[in-house]
């Protein structure tokens, strides 16, 4: 979902997806838009870059519209509407482009050209390229080592406090910094994949944990690139390998007993098991399939992927299917998926406390999915308001509902707040507490246990002023207590929260969009208690998301 500014060397980071769309020019129409194959070009890999997260490679649409050409959907009572970019035109689609929409999409005019806008315009009333497929073979050649397993160090070798470091996501110039959260030092810029979307640690488990969870990270970037990080080597030694499983991906995680990785594409449609160890990619699912509709759907992308804390299993979201499979890893050669039907389009989520349920977006149906990990099915889905998008999630107690959870909302200034404790509450389950007016629709919500308090940030908003702050609510009243303006520099937004290991401290980064490819970012520092700004952590490229080593080993929402 995040959007930015990328100019100069950035274009190469992805110049690799694009190219293998094919290079023919743009196909012409007695009476119809045109591009020359140098804006074709361009503005293919800028569409990879920039819209095919939301709309889909083959602009089928997902948590964005539909942007194909021309269009037919038949409606459950029969009916069959028609639409599509052509219909729209060139100078609609401009407007739209540059300015954004209420519903979610944020303003392109600070990001692209006049002409790139113009270009784009064009280049969504042409038939979409079709990408090509990706093979086991071909994946296997992608890998890297670095350092070889056997020179992995039996203890960390810098004498820091590596359970409160924070791995920081350097988005448009492919890297991952890795900062000391004690003294607030860069230790390094690492090189990653493209845009990288997460960053998953090895995390304790109730049935068979990893060696020291917490030290390995594996990185995904948006061109399927996978690199792993090893926080106990010096920080010039800290990427270990890398392999590529996709060209254009989302996700990652490790089993819970650190053997294995799993890759989410969302092109290819499918999923890639991997030794986490040696990083070789042993298996390939396809993830295309019949959806809940009973339609057939190509371009069937996994969205997220996560290890459940009490199960020998990962949960997958089968975004354009509206399923999640839960994925037996004990037997990779005999692997079992449970296919749980829910609601379209899943996308991001976050567990219960218990480990148990998992909590996620259904952002086209407006609802909260919840999944019974230990049964393997679906428990409850609840009503929430337009496009959920929780992020990491957060889960508190209420003084009147009980233990909660809230998300955020790419469509409208509004958290929306759950019951989540079946066992203790089950009348209340699984049912709307509260909801909270915010000034602008947002990505990101956090909590902690020892924190009074629940951020939300408000990037998804048109009005800079607004993208620029953030609010903090109160677990005791459910009322917003402050808002926060993080920066008021222009091209700027504050997106994304993450506390520290004890929970004293919130870090939101600073995002530099407009000039992404230069160190001026920042991670800004408030006191957790307070809310007062600590400090400013400098000299980064273009910071969103923050992942602490304690917080996300520990599973800590």
Same mark, same amino acid.
């Given at each position: 979902?995040?959007?930015?500014?990328?100019?100069?060397?950035?274009?190469?980071?992805? @110049?690799?997806?694009?190219?293998?769309?094919?290079?023919?020019?743009?196909?012409?129409?007695?009476?119809? /838009?045109?591009?020359? !194959?140098?804006?074709?070009?361009?503005?293919?890999?800028?569409?990879?870059? %920039?819209?095919?997260?939301?709309?889909?490679?083959?602009?089928?649409?997902?948590?964005?519209?539909?942007? !194909?050409?021309?269009?037919?959907?038949?409606?459950?009572?029969?009916?069959?509407?028609?639409?599509?970019?052509? %219909?729209?035109?060139?100078?609609?689609?401009?407007?739209?482009?540059?300015w954004g929409t209420e519903g979610g999409m944020n303003n392109f005019s600070e990001i692209l050209s006049e002409q790139e806008i113009k270009d784009m315009a064009t280049y969504i009333m042409l038939d979409p390229p079709k990408p090509p497929e990706m093979s086991l073979a071909q994946m296997r050649e992608t890998r890297k080592v670095y350092v070889e397993e056997k020179d992995y160090p039996t203890k960390?070798?810098?004498?820091?406090?590596?359970?409160?470091?924070?791995? $920081?996501?350097?988005?448009?110039?492919?890297?991952? +910094?890795?900062?000391?959260?004690?003294?607030?030092?860069?230790?390094?810029?690492?090189? &990653?994949?493209?845009?990288?979307?997460?960053?998953?640690?090895?995390?304790?488990?109730?049935?068979?944990?990893?060696?020291? /969870?917490?030290?390995?990270?594996?990185?995904?970037?948006?061109?399927?690139?996978?690199?792993?990080?090893?926080?106990?080597?010096?920080?010039?030694?800290?990427?270990?390998?890398?392999?590529?499983?996709?060209?254009?991906?989302?996700?990652? @995680?490790?089993?819970?007993?650190?053997?294995?990785?799993?890759?989410?594409?969302?092109?290819?449609?499918?999923?890639?098991?991997?030794?986490?160890?040696?990083?070789? /990619?042993?298996?390939?699912?396809?993830?295309?399939?019949?959806?809940?509709?009973?339609?057939?759907?190509?371009?069937?992308?996994?969205?997220?992927?996560?290890?459940?804390?009490?199960? /020998?299993?990962?949960?997958?979201?089968?975004?354009?299917?509206?399923?999640?499979?839960?994925?037996?890893?004990?037997? #990779?050669?005999?692997?079992?998926?449970?296919?749980?039907?829910?609601?379209?389009?899943?996308?991001?989520?976050?567990?219960?406390?218990?480990?148990?349920?998992?909590?996620?977006? +259904?952002?086209?149906?407006?609802?909260?999915?919840?999944?019974?990990?230990?049964?393997?099915?679906?428990?409850?889905?609840?009503?929430?308001?337009?496009?959920?998008?929780?992020?990491?999630?957060?889960?508190?107690?209420?003084?009147?509902?009980?233990?909660?959870?809230? &998300?955020?909302?790419?469509?409208?200034?509004?958290?929306?707040?759950?019951?989540?404790?079946?066992?203790?509450?089950?009348?209340?389950?699984?049912?709307?507490?509260?909801?909270?007016?915010?000034?602008?629709?947002?990505?990101?919500?956090?909590?902690?246990?020892?924190?009074?308090?629940?951020?939300?940030?408000? &990037?998804?908003?048109?009005?800079?002023?607004? =993208? =620029?702050? $953030?609010?903090?609510?109160?677990?005791?009243?459910?009322? #917003?207590?402050?808002?926060?303006?993080?920066? !008021?520099?222009?091209?700027?937004?504050?997106?994304?929260?993450?506390? *520290?290991?004890?929970?004293?401290?919130?870090?939101?980064?600073?995002? *530099?969009?407009?000039?992404?490819?230069?160190?001026?970012?920042?991670?800004?520092?408030?006191?957790?208690? &307070?809310? !007062?700004?600590?400090t400013r952590i400098k000299g980064l490229y273009a910071p969103t998301g923050k992942f602490n080593v304690h917080i996300r080993s520990n599973h800590v929402t």
């Amino acid at each position: 979902m995040l959007q930015n500014k990328r100019r100069g060397s950035g274009y190469a980071l992805a @110049a690799g997806f694009a190219m293998l769309l094919g290079s023919a020019a743009a196909p012409a129409f007695a009476e119809g /838009p045109t591009l020359s !194959e140098e804006a074709f070009e361009r503005s293919k890999q800028l569409y990879f870059e %920039q819209c095919a997260g939301c709309h889909g490679v083959l602009r089928k649409g997902a948590t964005g519209k539909n942007l !194909e050409p021309h269009w037919k959907k038949k409606g459950k009572d029969g009916t069959v509407t028609e639409g599509g970019t052509l %219909q729209l035109g060139q100078e609609r689609l401009e407007k739209i482009i540059a300015w954004g929409t209420e519903g979610g999409m944020n303003n392109f005019s600070e990001i692209l050209s006049e002409q790139e806008i113009k270009d784009m315009a064009t280049y969504i009333m042409l038939d979409p390229p079709k990408p090509p497929e990706m093979s086991l073979a071909q994946m296997r050649e992608t890998r890297k080592v670095y350092v070889e397993e056997k020179d992995y160090p039996t203890k960390p070798l810098h004498g820091r406090n590596w359970e409160n470091f924070f791995v $920081v996501i350097e988005r448009d110039a492919g890297k991952v +910094a890795v900062i000391d959260g004690d003294t607030k030092e860069v230790l390094v810029h690492i090189p &990653t994949g493209y845009a990288v979307h997460v960053i998953k640690a090895s995390e304790h488990h109730k049935l068979a944990e990893p060696e020291d /969870p917490g030290r390995f990270w594996y990185t995904m970037g948006r061109d399927g690139k996978m690199t792993k990080i090893d926080l106990w080597q010096t920080p010039d030694k800290m990427l270990v390998s890398e392999v590529t499983v996709a060209y254009d991906a989302r996700d990652v @995680a490790v089993s819970g007993d650190g053997k294995y990785i799993i890759g989410g594409a969302y092109w290819p449609p499918h999923f890639v098991i991997s030794d986490a160890v040696t990083m070789e /990619p042993l298996k390939v699912v396809s993830t295309r399939g019949v959806n809940v509709d009973g339609d057939y759907v190509e371009e069937s992308r996994v969205a997220a992927i996560y290890t459940t804390p009490n199960e /020998p299993t990962w949960l997958v979201a089968v975004k354009e299917l509206g399923q999640m499979w839960q994925v037996d890893y004990s037997d #990779i050669d005999n692997l079992r998926i449970d296919k749980i039907d829910s609601a379209k389009f899943l996308h991001d989520g976050f567990f219960d406390p218990t480990g148990r349920y998992f909590q996620i977006a +259904a952002n086209a149906s407006n609802k909260m999915v919840v999944v019974d990990t230990k049964d393997r099915k679906l428990e409850a889905m609840i009503d929430v308001a337009a496009l959920p998008h929780p992020g990491p999630g957060a889960n508190w107690n209420d003084p009147k509902c009980g233990p909660v959870a809230g &998300t955020t909302h790419l469509g409208v200034g509004t958290v929306s707040v759950w019951a989540n404790d079946p066992a203790g509450r089950p009348d209340e389950a699984w049912k709307k507490c509260y909801e909270v007016e915010t000034d602008g629709p947002g990505l990101f919500i956090r909590t902690h246990p020892n924190s009074k308090y629940v951020w939300a940030d408000q &990037t998804k908003h048109p009005d800079p002023e607004v =993208q =620029q702050a $953030v609010q903090v609510i109160s677990k005791e009243t459910g009322e #917003i207590v402050k808002t926060i303006q993080v920066t !008021e520099t222009d091209g700027n937004a504050a997106v994304h929260f993450e506390f *520290n290991a004890d929970g004293s401290e919130v870090w939101v980064s600073n995002w *530099n969009m407009s000039d992404s490819l230069e160190p001026n970012g920042e991670i800004v520092v408030y006191d957790a208690d &307070t809310l !007062e700004e600590k400090t400013r952590i400098k000299g980064l490229y273009a910071p969103t998301g923050k992942f602490n080593v304690h917080i996300r080993s520990n599973h800590v929402t």
